[in-house]
């Protein structure tokens, strides 16, 4: 009984890691989006965004030591151009970034500027093409942590793309079908290349497709600025039946 208990276990833990995958990311070194925090003023771009709380990029390895967990922090958001306070609760400490939750009910005005900003719609206008050192691959992005790459045959068709919304992410490929998950970032070697840096990231997928961030990516290519044949190829992508 025990001898199976420990091949059930192990079978498990197969099955999640198989769940997982790494891949490296391109992200722009310094973002629009930024928090001011007092009272140094030092000023950190934001890595990641949600009504819960964000997290801040680490450019110099030594800003990670000015954090610690559980800790207050206090600031101003800089968001669409506009600044927010924000007070909020240190949860997560690493070499890149540090991840924070804020600590009470946010102002209105504050609530009002998250929900536009992190509107799949409005996110969608806002990505824009990026320059790529591999040209198989077209990327295109948008505002702390929204990215989008499509790779291309040498005839010009796609054969997978993958989209990444702030930790959530959906990818399609020939072999798999759709698939989505969240993401991780993993403490491997950041690699940077002018205002570029490619981050290893975790993907963890789910166990089936969910169809709440298929919805968000559709919504989000139908209101990019995409050529047409584009997002009508993402979108028949996005609703083939999948290989989960």
């Given at each position: ?21 790494k ?36 450019l ?6 000015s954090?610690?967990?559980g800790?207050e ?16 609760n ?13 600590l ?7 609530q009002k500027?998250?929900r536009q ?48 919304l ?22 491997d ?5 002018g205002?570029?840096?490619?981050e290893t ?19 989000l ?5 995409f050529?047409?044949d ?11 039946k999948?290989?989960s």
């Amino acid at each position: 009984m025990t001898q199976r208990s420990q091949n059930l276990k192990d079978t498990s833990k197969k099955e999640d890691e198989a769940q997982k995958e790494k891949r490296k990311i391109p992200r722009i070194l310094v973002g629009y989006e930024q928090f001011r925090i007092k009272p140094d003023g030092k000023v950190f771009s934001l890595g990641d965004l949600s009504h819960k709380g964000m997290s801040l990029r680490i450019l110099d390895p030594n800003d990670s030591f000015s954090f610690s967990l559980g800790s207050e922090i206090e600031g101003t958001m800089n968001l669409m151009g506009k600044k927010f306070p924000i007070k909020a609760n240190v949860r997560h400490v690493s070499k890149y970034y540090v991840g924070c939750e804020f600590l009470s009910e946010l102002e209105p005005e504050t609530q009002k500027a998250l929900r536009q900003f992190l509107d799949p719609d409005f996110l969608g206008k806002t990505l824009k093409p990026m320059p790529y050192h591999d040209q198989s691959v077209i990327w295109y992005h948008g505002p702390t942590g929204v990215d989008v790459l499509l790779w291309r045959e040498l005839d010009g068709s796609f054969n997978r793309f993958s989209l990444f919304l702030f930790s959530q992410y959906v990818q399609w490929n020939e072999k798999e079908g759709v698939s989505t998950g969240q993401t991780f970032l993993s403490d491997d070697q950041v690699e940077i290349s002018g205002i570029v840096r490619f981050e290893t990231t975790v993907l963890n997928k789910d166990k089936k497709v969910d169809p709440g961030k298929l919805e968000i990516a559709k919504r989000l290519v139908l209101s990019s600025i995409f050529p047409e044949d584009l997002k009508h190829w993402c979108c028949r992508r996005l609703g083939e039946k999948n290989g989960s």
